[in-house]
């Protein structure tokens, strides 16, 4: 029996990813890049000061992990607590405002060429 065979998963540890500024914030991305998976997943401090922005390609879907606040979706705001999930679609300019903290998966994985703000 032959040892050597493919891994057929990946792990992430986040407590070892460096964050990096974004416009929610700071983001410790996972699976950035990672073949044959298009796909990210993202821990994000939401800032006080956080941007509206878009994506033309990305659908990108928030998970509330801690915290409260709002978030601008187009001309909607909604309200956000722990365990709400929120999916934004290509094209939808938001921003999350508040003391927050969240999961966020993009779909296809993170492109910082797709990423526009307003």
Known sequence: MENSKERRYAVADF???SGVECPCGTAKRAYF???PVNISMHVVE?????????????TETYYVLEGSGK???????????PGMTVMILPG?????VGNL?????????FDPQ???TV
């Open 33 to 35: 890049n990672h073949p």
């Open 101 to 109: 903290k969240i999961v966020n998966v993009c779909i296809p994985g």
């Open 71 to 81: 978030m601008e979706l187009d001309d909607d705001i909604i309200d956000l607590k």
């Open 114 to 116: 797709d990423e526009y």
């Open 46 to 58: 939401i800032s006080k000061d956080s941007k509206k922005h878009y994506h033309k390609k990305l």
């Open 15 to 17: 407590s070892s990813i």
């Open 92 to 96: 939808c300019c938001h921003r999350a």
